[in-house]
């Protein structure tokens, strides 16, 4: 099975407001972190079964499980109370389930962005954005793909206001898609390379037009690492050393990427045009120069204000700055008094300097 979904379920916002922040003893030695199946985060899996994360981890004296989970959702929820140190998820569920929920939460590294991975589909004559006024557009609520279709809807002059929204699960969208009633649907890889390859189908916008704004991260809990930075080093380590081995031209790097791909339910070839649509950073440096970009500053607003106009940042948000996000040199945004999400590019920094 591919990653199952890159949503913001409301089950999901729920159980975060009201999960409690979990408390961690400083000086510990066993930490577990989760992830999902998805292209760009098949690398964890690797690189655990590669022993790669536990060379990393005997290094700084500790031991970290990284342990796959079936449920996307499910997973940011049991690290929002505190069953796992770490999480793989979006940059904006990291906002509107941990962070909102009140649990300080670090992005440790920002893995890569969707460069493709999602995309709006029409069927028939529709060939543009405008074509979808007065419209039916399937796709799963308040997910990275309904931010895809509110950006897509603002390139056109447009709003959520122009159409109507059908919530669709991730595993019915393309039993839906296939019936004559539905004909516009937003979705991501491989459903979404499946549908487009059909006759008579129309990609009319995808996430490479907003690069960079469908982030991909491995998230961890900040009181765990800032009274654990061993945790922090330890998993970037692991990361990047796994990352450099799928990048190089050799036959460790097709074993591995076969590995993956097998282990997500498909082919090389088609795991391979999965990545070619994942912006995946091969070296601390690219990781470093990306989140530390003035730019970050600038989309998580956007984010977050798709999230608070969406009900998502919580029953007791006033705006959209309700939650405070902090950024590289002391940039934050939002509530200064309630800073929950950190884009924390220190420990990339060490990858970059050859200090890990």
Known sequence: ?????????????????????????AGRNDFKVCWTIYAGWMPWGEAKTQGIVSKWAKKYGINV??????DYVESINQYTAGKFDGCAMTNMDALTIPASGG???TALIV????????????????KQIADLKGQ???L??????????ARALESAHMSERDLKVVNTSDAD???AFATPTVHNAVTWNPMLADLKSQPNVSEVFDSSKIPGEIMDMMVVNTKTLQQNPALGKALTGAWFEMIALMHTDSAASTSALTAMAKASGTDLANFKGQLSTTALFYSPQAALDFVTSPDMPKIMTRVAKFS?????LGQDAKSADAVGMAFDKGVVVGNRNNVKLRFDPSYVAMAAAGKL
């Open 1 to 25: 099975m591919f990653k199952l979904v890159r949503c913001l379920g409301i089950a999901a916002v729920s159980l975060a407001t009201f999960a409690s922040s979990p408390t961690f003893a």
């Open 111 to 126: 893995s890569d962005y969707s460069n493709g991975n999602d995309g709006v589909l029409m069927k028939g004559k529709g």
């Open 65 to 70: 499980d990284v342990v796959q989970l079936n």
């Open 103 to 105: 649990v300080d939460s």
């Open 308 to 312: 608070f106009d969406h009900g998502l």
């Open 173 to 175: 969208i393309s039993g």
């Open 140 to 149: 799963v609520q308040f997910s990275v793909s309904h931010y895809l279709l």
């Open 136 to 138: 039916q557009v399937n």
